[in-house]
């Protein structure tokens, strides 16, 4: 499976767009971009995962870039209960998420 | 609908000792996998079952075994406990490949 590089940490403003970003340069044609999250000592959080194309679900969009090297998780309006750790993994199939240091997003009030 | 049930919340064993920590899927999943999470790391893969096999491990050594049953519960069984294996250990279930929904985790301190 392809590395990811995440920023260690991030913060955002109470109502505004949060906008992690995720390098895959590795990354191979039949693998995906996945992104979970976590609070902290809780289970993680499936939130959205993509090919090729871009995604939306309730919780947030995922931005991939034309060449797949990158992509980017988009909060529309974040709130305090989004403040987690996020992980973006790439894998061939969800059998064995690696996951790595993730991005710390501290919402602001 | 229950989502992924994990089973104790805490446990605390000392070194030399076994453990079995149970984890229940989410309705309609067949497929369960656990991973360890040290203090401040991400989650680490160990195994997955499916269809009461394991199909694939992670880099964890032998003490470390697991069991399906017929109605896709899981066991994980660490043998001869290490102060190292002291962590959050997570079950996670899917429908074959999709996407995997994690449990709370079962917090493991060994002293």
């Known amino acids: 499976d392809a590395k990811t590089t995440q920023p260690p940490s991030m913060d955002c403003a109470e109502g505004r767009a949060a906008n992690l970003p995720c390098n895959h340069s590795?990354?191979?044609?039949?693998?995906?971009v996945y992104w979970y999250r976590q609070i902290h000592s809780q289970g993680p959080q499936y939130i959205i995962h993509g090919l090729k194309n871009n995604e939306t679900n309730e919780m947030a969009s995922l931005i991939i870039t034309e060449d797949r090297k990158s992509s980017t998780l988009i909060l529309p309006h974040a709130t305090l209960r989004d403040t987690a750790v996020y992980y973006c993994i790439v894998t061939g199939s969800a059998r064995q998420l690696t996951f790595g240091s993730g991005t710390q997003l501290t919402v602001l009030p | 609908d229950a989502g992924v049930t994990q089973s104790p919340t805490h446990l605390i064993k000392t070194r030399g000792q076994q453990v079995t920590l149970r984890c229940s899927p989410k309705s309609g999943h067949d497929t369960v996998s656990w991973y360890q999470q040290a203090l401040g790391q991400g989650p680490q893969f160990i195994f997955q079952?499916?269809?009461?096999?394991?199909?694939q491990r992670g880099n964890f050594p032998d003490r470390f075994s697991g069991h399906q049953f017929p109605n896709y519960s899981s066991e994980l069984n660490v043998n001869a406990l290490l102060l190292g294996d002291s962590a959050l250990y997570l079950c996670?279930?899917?429908?074959?490949?999709?996407?995997?929904?994690f449990g709370p985790g079962t917090r493991l301190t060994v002293l």
């Open positions: 590795t990354i191979s044609g039949n693998e995906y």
């Open positions: 079952y499916y269809e009461e096999e394991e199909r």
């Open positions: 996670a279930s899917s429908f074959g490949y999709n996407e995997q929904f």
